[in-house]
């Protein structure tokens, strides 16, 4: 008996409610805020409003502790309906609220977490640079220690939820000297928003999660107190890794749910289109389509929610979180595909929410640790010779 | 101020389908869900207490399954919620429904207000609230779409009554049954945090003796009404027409079209 697929009523209730928000608040305005380019504060606070900010999180720092699981349903309810605002979600969550939480102490997690968590305001996480993308130990932002204060150079890219009008601190990783076995030593240092030294710039013309913030960081003698430190000096890589280990499970989550969400409006239009005197779903070459989608679909979530129980249960799972980031992601690529192959013409066009999860799909090949990053980390946890690079 | 709302679960689903040979509704493959018109009682309910204090007790009546709609009761904030169900009320028609809930108000006891959805989406009888005023003795308020005033000292009430051609103000002393109807507020989503507790809560069950039923009320035995056939009526003959054009030309066309077959006047 100890193979159980049930979800829990809580879980259950959560998922509920989830898709009710989605349906009902996110749906109606998801194609403007996209073809706009605007992320919505609104959005945001209601997604905190309901307690979507902080899953991990113990309710003494305004979180609801309810578990890895519950979080990934709630990414994937949104992601079913939109792939910008599960972005906010899933960012905000677990680059954004999970480093402050997992390596801060009692103090920043005091000072930062609350609002966080509250959805009225945002940290993110400063990882990438213009030059070290899949090379993210190739950092070259530094930090030098002056007397109390670190002293930052350097600047970051394609950073999620970095310049809202609420983001209000940034984790940013930095070389902070030589390990004895002469690579960088990287540490994370909490930079809040508005430092002198540290400017912002939004940045405009994505393809994909349009109505998500994502930022260019520049930081020219930025000075922070040398208590903005997070965890110990030294263990940012480590920090890093384990960060995108369960960053990926949210990857994953929008994955699924998008695909479930591009599953499902194919599934109606092939009811409700008709050619040749009846519905174009009961051609056998569609509904052959429409049965790969469900199967694929179906074991995406069932990869999925191992590696969260695996997560939720304190067990190794960088194996099944890096294969299930990536299934999901390649998964949904195929699912939406054929989504908008099934709707013909009207597909390409806008006004069909089709349309944006074929061009928000996109993003999950590459965020968070390409596929082919993924197939790395799968590789040297399968006992592969060398290191698979 | 003490409010109790009844709520009742339904299907799923406005496309009710009955099995032709027992007359019941066929459950297999629908969904229950609270009904609609109840989220807005519990929702007024929740926004008094929120401006004058006090405590909402959420009453359901029906089968064990039925406690979910309770859980979501708790789960958006309710202070205390109430499973009435037992074998003895199987059967039960709108009056002998109406007399087990006000039964399970006074066992509660000194409520300030009572509030109905207008009708369940199932049955749509719109029967319930009314009867259990009745049985209360107090004062009933249908179809309100908003509550102007509540004055606690002087037990009163000022509503307005969304009619057909208009809004009537009503004002009644209190305690006071309502029924309200869509208009009335915007019912809001259960948080994480109303989940997670609502999710853990046991929930106590009444059975008829707990409420202090008389038997001979209850149930088939208390219930006038015998449901002797539910059927969906035939579609209607006749054929859709589509009219193309700019919306000044159609719009005249479309009245012409309702006024010629006298669906309007």
Known sequence: ?389 | MKIAVCIKQVPDTTDVKIDPKTNTLIREGVTSICNPFDEYAIEEALLLREKHGGEVHVITMGPPQAIEVLKNALAVGADRVYLVSDKAFAGSDTLATAYALSKTIQKIGEVDLVICGKQAIDGDTAQVGPGVATRLGIPQLTYVSKIREINLEKKKIIVERLLEHGREVVESSLPALLTVVKDINEPRLPSLLGIKKAAKAQIPTLTAKDIGADENRIGLKGSPTWVVKVFSPEARGGSGEMLKGELTEIVPLLVNKLMDTKFIK
Request: proline share 3%.
């Open chain 1, 1 to 389: 008996m100890a193979l159980d697929f049930d979800l829990t009523e809580e879980q259950q209730m959560l998922r509920k409610m989830v898709r009710n928000f989605a349906e009902k608040e996110i749906a109606p305005v998801a194609q403007e805020l996209d073809e706009k380019e605007e992320f919505s504060y609104g959005l945001t606070k209601r997604m905190g409003d309901l307690g979507l900010f902080g899953p991990f999180v113990p309710e003494e720092y305004g979180g609801s502790n309810v578990g890895y699981i519950s979080y990934i349903i709630a990414v994937e309810e949104i992601a079913r309906i939109d792939g910008s605002q599960a972005a906010t979600l899933a960012a905000g969550n677990s680059l954004g609220i999970s480093p402050i939480y997992y390596y801060g102490n009692e103090e920043q997690k005091k000072k930062w977490l609350p609002d966080l968590c509250a959805g009225i305001a945002l940290s993110s996480f400063g990882l990438t640079e213009p030059n070290a993308g899949s090379d993210a130990g190739a950092s070259r932002t530094n930090a030098v220690l002056d007397g109390d204060h670190w002293v930052i150079n350097g600047s970051k890219i394609f950073i999620t939820n970095s310049t809202t009008d609420i983001s209000r601190v940034c984790v940013v990783q930095a070389v902070t000297g030589k390990r004895e076995d002469g690579r960088n030593e990287l540490s994370c240092i909490l930079v809040p928003n508005g430092t002198p030294g540290f400017t912002t710039k939004t940045m405009h013309g994505k393809m994909v999660w349009r109505a998500s913030n994502t930022g260019e960081l520049y930081f020219q003698d930025c000075r922070v107190p040398k208590e903005n430190l997070l965890g110990r000096r030294g263990d940012g890589f480590h920090q890093m890794l384990a960060t995108l280990d369960g960053g990926r499970l949210s990857i994953a989550a929008m994955g699924l749910g998008g695909a479930q969400g591009a599953f499902e409006l194919a599934l109606k239009y092939s009811n409700e289109r008709e050619q040749f005197g009846r519905p174009i779903g009961s051609f056998q070459v569609n509904a052959f389509k429409l049965a790969d989608m469900a199967t694929e679909i179906e074991l995406a979530r069932l990869l999925l929610y191992k590696a969260c129980w695996l997560c939720e249960n304190n067990r190794p799972f960088s194996k099944e979180s890096a294969m299930a980031k990536m299934f999901c992601s390649e998964m949904y690529h195929r699912v939406a595909n054929q989504a908008v192959q099934l709707h013909g013409g009207y597909g390409l066009m806008k006004e069909y929410a089709v349309e944006r999860h074929y061009r928000n799909q996109k993003l999950l090949d590459i965020g968070e640790g390409t596929s082919e990053v993924q197939r790395i980390v799968i590789a040297r946890h399968i006992g592969v010779p060398g290191r698979a690079l």
